[in-house]
């Protein structure tokens, strides 16, 4: 059957159904049309949901800070903190202090409040020790440095320049990362910090 002859059986139907067909057609065409649209909207929205994720996860890290804690502390070792992290923050992260530790001399010479600074160390005596004596490192430190961040006041006070207002302010600004954060910190002015730099240490 050749096509002349099939659209003429079929031209009778055709004619009386000629609107059904044509909307029908319409519909298949829309319908074809709306999928495709649908198909590429959600494509989008996929990709700006990963960008949105990315864009957001990179603005939770602040930044960090990594200090080292050491002596009569639960758990002591390196560890990552916040930028804006203070000394109390370090204790807590190294599970406080132990059953051993002077506490007495951290209530003395450790200011809880004192904000972190990166690579700073801190260390905790415990009962009875010469904490002056300890933790020394390298073999030609003077016996005539001072570690700032464990010295007594009456320690800090025999520096040249340093009274006892100084001294106090040494002890309320610690920890230290480097003997060059008493400048830094403003804790002592230049011209005392020449004075002394070279009798103080930091460990």
């Known amino acids: ?19 059904s067909i044509a909307l029908g057609l319409l519909g ?11 198909i590429g909207r959600d494509q989008s929205s996929s990709n700006e949901i990963v960008f949105e994720a990315g864009k957001e996860q990179g603005s939770e890290n602040p930044g960090q800070i990594t200090i080292d804690i050491e002596g009569q502390v639960l758990r002591p070792g ?5 930028s804006d992290s203070r000394l109390q923050d370090a204790f807590v992260i ?13 209530y003395k010479n450790l200011n809880l409040s004192q904000k972190l600074t990166d690579a700073a160390k801190i260390y905790v005596p415990k009962k009875g020790e010469n904490v002056q004596a300890s933790k020394r490192i390298g ?8 570690n700032i961040n464990t010295a007594s006041i009456n320690e800090l006070d025999g520096l040249s320049g340093v009274g006892l207002v100084t001294a106090q302010k040494i002890i309320d600004n610690r920890p230290y990362a480097t003997i060059n954060d008493l400048v830094s910190k403003k804790v002592v002015g230049n011209k005392v910090f020449e004075q002394i730099k070279e009798k103080i240490i930091v460990y």
Do not use: H, T
């Open 28 to 38: 298949l065409i829309f319908f074809s049309y709306g999928l495709i649209v649908l």
């Open 1 to 19: 059957m050749d096509i002349q002859n099939l659209f003429g059986k079929y031209s009778p139907f055709i004619k009386q159904n000629i609107l």
């Open 139 to 146: 073999e030609n430190q003077s016996k005539s440095q001072i």
């Open 94 to 106: 190294a599970g406080g202090l132990s059953d051993s530790a002077d506490r007495e001399w951290v």
């Open 78 to 82: 390196v560890y990552n903190l916040s």
